[in-house]
């Protein structure tokens, strides 16, 4: 089975602006997670978005935010882009919410902030 | 909130010894304890996980145990291997259902040849 697809690989945008990324989880799964993956932090917790709607958000501002659509493919958004907003972000999908359905990570967007 | 420290961050073994990676977490209410490997430029895969009515787990030369009292639980790798050369995250879920993992800060381990 094709695995999580994310889309760009690699991002670069300046103070302010606004980044998009994309991702498409692994067919016949409803969950998908975004992390953030910045150096010598490990994966943050972003949000979790399953079967359309938002489940949980981890402890960011209101810039980060997303949406899943009728496939369930999401879309993470970053408004007003920080210099510390550079990092690895990584999505990852599973069969439902439970959080012990493995969870299967995407190639990640890395996002360079200017 | 639930919060997981991870050591060591670093961990250097000669190929054929055991490695040892251990974690605490904050909320006696967590319930599930993923372990994910990330290999320099690829994606974490999950590589073991146990939940809070196991004491134990293996899988080849790789095992977890969860200390529920301690609120601890370790990776251990046996007979490492140079391929066995990655970063090695935990994870527990958080508590009160509310459905997500949080991770430690990840241990690079190098197994030299």
């Known amino acids: 089975e094709a695995g999580v697809t994310q889309s760009p690989t690699h991002l670069i945008k300046t103070r302010g602006q606004q980044a998009t990324l994309r991702c498409s989880p692994i067919s016949g799964h409803t969950s998908v997670y975004w992390y953030q993956q910045a150096l010598g932090l490990g994966l943050q917790f972003l949000l979790w978005y399953d079967e359309g709607e938002e489940r949980n958000r981890g402890n960011f501002p209101p810039r980060f935010s997303g949406r899943q659509f009728p496939n369930y493919s999401s879309e993470l958004n970053v408004n007003a882009l920080e210099l510390e907003d550079s990092a690895l972000y990584l999505c990852?999908?599973?069969?439902?919410?439970?959080?012990?359905?493995?969870?299967?990570f995407g190639p990640g967007t890395r996002l360079t902030v200017l | 909130g639930e919060n997981v420290e991870q050591h060591p961050s670093t961990l250097s073994v000669q190929e054929g010894d055991s490695a040892v990676i251990k974690c605490t977490y904050s909320?006696?209410?967590?319930?599930?304890f993923p372990w994910y490997k990330q290999e320099l430029g690829k994606r974490p895969q999950l590589i073991i996980d146990?939940?809070?009515?196991?004491g134990e787990k293996k899988d080849q030369r790789i095992a977890v145990t969860l200390n529920k009292t301690a609120k601890h639980f370790s990776l251990h790798i046996t007979e490492t291997q140079p391929e066995d050369s990655a970063v090695y995250f935990c994870a527990a879920s958080s508590p009160g259902g509310s459905e997500k993992l949080v991770f430690g800060k990840g241990t690079k381990l190098t197994v030299n040849p």
């Open positions: 909320d006696s209410a967590s319930n599930y």
């Open positions: 990852a999908s599973s069969r439902s919410g439970r959080l012990y359905n493995e969870q299967f």
């Open positions: 146990i939940r809070s009515n196991v």
